[in-house]
């Protein structure tokens, strides 16, 4: 099967490589002013199956009636070049008509995909690859209105972006309530709201298939709702709700070989949606917990070895120098089994529990050693930030201007894939067009070496890099390959 985004590019389907009240409510966080987050039902109010025909026909227009006016239509505007004509390098056409004829040419495509309103100022959340790229976005709300808005927030780890509207002109927008989505178990009703294949606003009901679905996307946090809804291209960003018209997530991707829904959509649960809207509400930066320690899944082999009745957990393989995980006393061969009191099945589910918590906060981790269990207190800490003794940026007349980056430590490595001791500096920024972009850097190349001197701080790159050379042998690590090149200065 092929993984599809939710997105309508144009008239075809890509194929992926998808200032008011915010109505959230604290849960073990803290939230903005007059927050509120729709709370699970009681024990005394469990779910019901229908039991008479007359059930059965139960309407969802009400709940239709409440959460429509809160998803929009996100139409995204993007500047593309046109393909090269196959006639550009025949020297015969270029003899008689020119180079310039076959010139590479912008042109204007536009995506569609959905939003949904968090605030009542006029904040929108959807995902980051319905606006990715885009000169102009734009919304439409259902009775038709437009407004331009601003992407205020991309977030690649999660694929989500939030919008904000340019001039909302004194408009109160209807805002959505976000429902607690661990309090979702598999079976209950949901509807599916958005706008497929630009078709217009259309809602689909279904239940949910299965929940924390890893392996969907290639995003830093899998830990999807699965859904029968049919969701289709256009539904990016769209609004999957409970029967209490709560959002419980936001549509994303499907498994499709046609392009069109056969029952099985992914939904990025409305934790971890929450935690990126209210950052765009309030203008902050996302802040995410630093754990410290490389995780590996539980096989049935080491299941086996440690005495496990079932293989579930996150196993700790290696733990970061100084860092959280160390400072809590976890060590390699620990296993976490739970996050205040929610069972872990593998180490994506251990990461987005912990990055769906807020800095500061004292969790609870249930921890395997040996053959015995415990709990151990653990703290949130976030990944530590780079003082202005780890940056460097090259500018003048070096053969490495126009170049920026940061001294490695075990956090960034971890981000990096790179191994906890890893030593050098790693490219983070690139000025177009500069003597360095055109020398062939790449962002996050990893510089080792520069003419025989060890890159270990940025301080000694700096000094480095500055120097004039007749030319600079460069060692350095990209895409896990150790090259070596030689460059005129």
Known sequence: ??????????????????????????????????????????????????????????????????????????????????????????????????????????????????????????????????????????????????FAVDVVIEDAQTDLAVLRVRDPAGTTFPAITFADSDALLVGDLVLAIGNPFGVGQTVTSGIVSALARTGVESSDYEFFIQTDAAINPGNSGGALVDLDGHLVGINTAIFSQSGGSVGIGFAIPANMARLVAEAGVTGTAIVRPWFGAKLQPVTSDIAASLGMAAPHGALIAEVAPGGPAEKAGFAAGDVILSVDGLAIDDPSAFNFRLATKPIGQATALERLRGNATDTVRFTIEPAPTAGADMLATIAGSSRFAGTSVRQLDPALAEAKGLPYDAKGVIVTALEPGSAAAQMGLHIDDVILSLNDVAMDTARVFSDTASQRARTWQIILQRDGRVTRSIVSG
């Open 1 to 146: 099967m092929t993984l599809r985004p939710l997105l309508l590019a144009g008239a075809a389907i890509t194929v992926l490589a998808i200032g008011g009240t915010l109505a959230f409510a604290p849960w073990n966080a803290p939230s903005v002013a007059q927050a509120q987050i729709a709370a699970p039902p009681p024990a005394s109010e469990a779910r019901q199956v229908p039991t008479s025909d007359t059930q059965v026909k139960l309407s969802f227009a009400p709940v239709v009636k409440s959460v429509a006016p809160s998803v929009v239509n996100v139409y995204a505007t993007r500047i593309e070049q046109q393909s090269q004509s196959p006639f550009a390098s025949d020297p015969f056409f270029s003899r008689f008509f020119g180079d310039g004829q076959f010139q590479r040419r912008p042109r204007e495509s536009r995506a569609l995909g959905s939003g949904v309103i968090v605030d009542a100022g006029g904040v929108i959340l959807t995902n980051r690859h319905v606006i990715e790229g885009a000169t102009d976005v734009r919304i439409a709300l259902s009775d038709g209105r437009e």
